[in-house]
């Protein structure tokens, strides 16, 4: 370790004139432990500067590694999907220039938005929960789903349960979502 990190307080010298609430984060690697606490910005660079001196390959690590951006995700989602009061997702775009493998992500993105937001108890869709929403034949949801797999945008998880994957949600932002931005 390059420096030992001691209990930070993060302190302005000007007044606010709108207090507003400070985020307080501990830390524990090993036998380090550091805490820090303000606004949560400054938090936030405290914590990367921790882990990018305790954990020198972290910025490596996250350069080569695939996440979801959710509050970038949820912005773009904005007018093109809702959440009725118990969690369900209603698509307010047409989807009709949709092919079947995009609608299936569509809905398994809305799923997804649905969890991390507290809305919905689980991000899996079964077979059946896709077939209620897209009305397309078993047939064509089962292949689509095997080819959603096969290139790593959907996993299956248990028996007739799927999800979405980073990869899938990188690929339905980038090539989906303009479509339904589009859409009437």
Do not use: H, W
């Not at 809305?110 to 919905?120: D, E, K, P, V």
């Not at 248990?158 to 980073?166: E, Q």
Request: include cysteine; proline fraction near 4%; charged fraction near 30%.
């Amino acid at each position: 370790m390059r420096r030992s990190y001691q209990d930070y307080a993060v302190k302005k010298n000007r007044p606010r004139a709108e207090e507003t609430p400070s985020l307080k984060v501990n830390i524990k690697y090993g036998s380090l432990e550091s805490t820090c606490e303000g606004s949560a910005d400054e938090v936030l660079k405290f914590v990367f500067n921790f882990i990018k001196d305790v954990y020198p390959d972290y910025e490596i690590v996250k350069a080569l590694t695939l996440t979801v951006n959710l509050e970038q995700l949820l912005r773009k989602l904005e007018g093109i999907i809702a959440f009725l009061p118990k969690g369900r997702p209603v698509i307010l775009k047409a989807t009709e220039e949709l092919t079947d493998s995009e609608l299936l992500l569509t809905y398994l993105v809305a799923a997804y938005a649905g969890n991390q937001m507290g809305m919905a108890e689980d991000e899996n869709l079964s077979m059946a929960d896709l077939l209620e929403k897209t009305g397309k034949p078993a047939g064509t949801v089962a292949g689509r789903l095997s080819e959603l797999v096969g290139e790593l945008y959907v996993e299956r998880v248990g028996r007739g349960k799927y999800r979405i994957t980073a990869y899938g949600v990188k690929e339905f932002m980038n090539e989906v979502l303009p479509k339904l931005e589009e859409a009437q």
